[in-house]
């Protein structure tokens, strides 16, 4: 399987996280991708590329422009508040809920960030623009190596995406890569396209961004957010809305969950896949199902990474796989290659 991978995503490296009442360092780090990218190269997955810039249109179709306008000046405006901010992560700290305007833009930077985010774990920094593009550009060529002919492709991005909507970031994520694929699969003609987030949170953004529409069918198994981040979206009865209902469905399962009961789970998804006749399967790959995984809570062990992927081969559907979460950082490489080897056999 090809991979898509662009070094810049190390620009991209917060230093902390807020976490009950304490900035504590990030789960988040550099180090997940070059443990993914080592053991692709070590068990011979295939190419590894690095795209050309990415296309700003093909961004554009997900998000909304004032949102990439902030995002793409928000560190020299945090810098332009204090010069010593240049040493400090950017995390917000107001966010206007319920009865609040969220047509104004004000001029003050913190308020803005507020508008434009949802939690105080999810850090910019200094190269985080950079980054995020340059994953983006990875997520839109695994898609058009898929609609050359390719049977899947992976997209090796960080920071990582399906918590970021059409115009907020939060759960580590500011672009939404497994969206922008989607997106871009769609563009290129595949009528119906399908998303199945694995990853151990629920897929906020992608649900958002597809809630209203027929024409791309977003699937998601998560820890149940009654007690799992993030917490206000990913309930089962979410099931679209207008044009879209029927077309989101949500599986949460219990903490602590293992892999008897999440892989018929995967079964039950899958199931719902087929019935959507998708010309496309896009796959949000978080790894934060794993046991060992320091902010999660199923219990995934990484031989069952493989089953996983041979599961997901038999969709027979051409596949982008898009890197997400998993925190497990000395595993995460074994158990994502160990998805898409299961896949190619
Ligand atoms: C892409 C993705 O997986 N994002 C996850 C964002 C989760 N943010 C909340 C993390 C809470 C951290 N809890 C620390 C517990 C330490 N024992
Ligand atoms: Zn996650």
């Not at 991979?3 to 230093?15: D, Q, S, V």
């Not at 906020?204 to 529409?213: E, K, P």
């Not at 309930?235 to 809305?241: S, T, V």
């Amino acid at each position: 399987m090809h991979t898509f991978y662009n070094e810049r995503h190390a620009l991209h490296h917060g230093k902390v996280e807020m976490f009950r009442g304490e900035l504590v360092p990030c789960f988040e780090v550099p180090a997940r991708a070059d443990y993914v990218l080592e053991e692709l190269k070590r068990r011979r997955l295939g190419a590894i590329d690095t795209p050309a810039e990415v296309d700003e249109a093909a961004m554009a179709r997900v998000h909304a422009s004032r949102y990439l306008d902030f995002l793409a000046g928000a560190w020299d405006e945090w810098v332009a508040l204090d010069p010593a901010n240049a040493q400090r992560d950017a995390l917000p700290s107001y966010w206007p809920i319920r009865s609040f305007r969220h047509d104004v833009l004000p001029a003050s930077f913190p308020a803005r960030m507020g508008l434009f985010s949802y939690d105080a774990g999810t850090p910019l920094t200094a190269g985080t623009w950079a980054a995020a593009r340059a994953g983006a550009g990875c997520a839109l060529a695994a898609a058009s190596h898929v609609l050359q002919g390719e049977r899947a492709a992976f997209a090796l991005t960080r920071p990582p995406g399906h918590h970021a909507g059409a115009d907020f970031f939060g759960g580590y994520c500011f672009l939404n890569n497994a969206a922008i694929a989607a997106q871009a699969l769609r563009d290129a003609g595949v009528e119906r396209v399908a998303v199945l987030d694995i990853d151990y949170h629920h897929g906020n953004g992608t649900q958002a961004i597809f809630y209203g529409r027929a024409d791309v069918q977003f699937t998601s198994i998560h820890g149940d957010p009654h007690t799992e981040y993030p917490y206000y979206l990913g309930y089962a009865d979410e099931q679209g809305a207008g044009a879209g209902l029927g077309f989101n469905r949500n599986l949460p399962l219990a903490r602590g969950t293992g892999f008897a009961a999440w892989r018929e789970a995967l079964h039950s998804a899958l199931a719902g896949i087929a019935t959507f006749k998708p010309g496309a399967l896009v796959v949000s790959l978080g790894l934060d199902t794993f046991e060992g995984d320091p902010i999660a809570g199923f219990k995934l062990a990484t031989p069952d990474y493989l089953r996983i992927g041979e599961d997901l081969a038999r969709a027979g559907l051409p596949t982008v796989f898009v890197f997400e979460g998993g925190y497990a950082v000395a595993e995460v490489g074994v158990n994502a290659v160990n998805v898409l080897e299961g896949f190619m056999q």
